[in-house]
Structures are given as structure tokens and as C-alpha cells.
């Protein structure tokens, strides 16, 4: 009989690592490689340049444009999407049977959005809680009653 695999997504808008359990009482690993981090950035880190300039609607004055969105959030979203991809491909190559995202609430809405059809259908549980700092051995306490950790 094939065993089950469930991977564990813990994430936030700058870090994620997946965790994988192989049956109950097998506890939780750490899958290979699958350890993703950026380098934390202020706005004015990525914004270095100063902003363009445009025309006055009223008045013959230029003012400083303003970026249409936070460099930082843009920059997170990025991350996270890459994470939905990452499950994407993983599950369409049978890495993993069901999926359970542990992610901070902003992250896991983005990740909601960005999961592809194989990877949405596979997701049994959502936590919407920042575990990235939390050591894989108390990640159990927080998974009781999803799975049999």
C-alpha cells in the first residue's frame, strides 16, 4: 500500500521551508531543499533611485511620482508566489498527496490566490499563523487534530 505523503508549507512574506510527514506518529522532516529565504529590505533599500518626475495637473509645477505600490509588499508577493509555484510543479510530480499551509495571514491569502488546480485540490488545512521562527519539533503541537504528526 502507497503511504500517504502530506507536506507542511510554513511561510511568510520572506521565508518558507516544507515540512513533510509520511504517516501518523513519523513526525516531520524537513524536505531537502526546500528551505527559501530574501533578504529582508526596507523601502528605501529597493527605491534607491530617486522617483521620476511629472507635470502638475494644476499649475506649471513638476512634482515626485509616487510608486503605485510598496516596493517591500510587491517584493513579498513575489516571494510567495514563487512558493505556489514551487508546490505546483512538486505536486504535478507526485512529491506530495495533501498539503497543509501554515502561513501569516497576508502570505496565506496571497498563497491562496496563486496555488495552481493540482495543488488547490490537495490542501486539507490552512493555519493562518506566522510558524517560520517555531523549531520543527513544537510544529506538531500546532498541527493537532489536522494530522496524526
Known sequence: MKKTVTWVLVADGGQARVLENTGPNKGL??????????????????????????????GPGRSAMEPRTD??????AEFVKSMAEMLEKS???????????????????????ALGPESK??????????LTNLPTEQM?????GIIAV
Not at 140 to 144: A, I, N, P, R, Y
Open 29 to 58: 522532516q524537513q524536505v531537502r531543499g526546500h528551505e527559501f529565504s530574501i533578504p529582508a529590505m526596507q523601502s528605501k533599500d529597493i527605491m534607491a533611485d530617486r522617483p521620476g518626475r511629472s507635470f502638475s495637473s494644476a
Open 71 to 76: 516596493p517591500v509588499e510587491h517584493r513579498e
Open 121 to 130: 485540490k490537495a490542501v486539507i488545512a490552512e493555519l493562518d499563523k506566522d
Open 91 to 113: 505536486k504535478q510530480q507526485g512529491a506530495f498527496d495533501r498539503l497543509i499551509i501554515a502561513a501569516a495571514p497576508i502570505a496565506l491569502g496571497t498563497i491562496r490566490k
Open 140 to 144: 506538531s503541537k500546532h498541527l493537532d
